[in-house]
């Protein structure tokens, strides 16, 4: 299955008061928009909500393609 653009699927994720996330998942794999602004570092817990929010959208992607999603971080 291939998504298009139409089908493509964000939602915000609130990280910590000074910063959120909106994460866009869809055929062009996935997109991060920062609140305000992409940080130099994260926190250790805004990074641990980064990756729950990160797999809750991967999973859907996931479940829309039906097929594996794989991560690399580097």
């Known amino acids: ?5 139409e ?7 609130r ?4 910063l959120s996330v909106d994460i866009t998942v ?4 996935m997109t ?4 305000p602004e ?6 250790a817990k805004e990074l641990r909500l980064y990756r729950v929010a990160r ?4 999973k859907r992607l996931a479940e829309r393609v039906g097929g594996a999603v ?3 971080e580097v």
Do not use: H, I, N, Y
Not at 1 to 5: P, R
Not at 7 to 13: D, I, L, Q, R, V
Not at 26 to 29: D, S, Y
């Open 32 to 35: 991060c928009e920062w609140d």
């Open 26 to 29: 869809g055929a062009a794999g």
């Open 15 to 18: 990280l910590s008061r000074r």
């Open 1 to 5: 299955m291939q998504l298009s653009s």
């Open 38 to 43: 992409l940080p130099e570092r994260l926190t």
């Open 55 to 58: 797999a809750e959208m991967l």
């Open 7 to 13: 089908s493509a699927e964000s939602k915000t994720f």
């Open 70 to 72: 794989v991560v690399v």
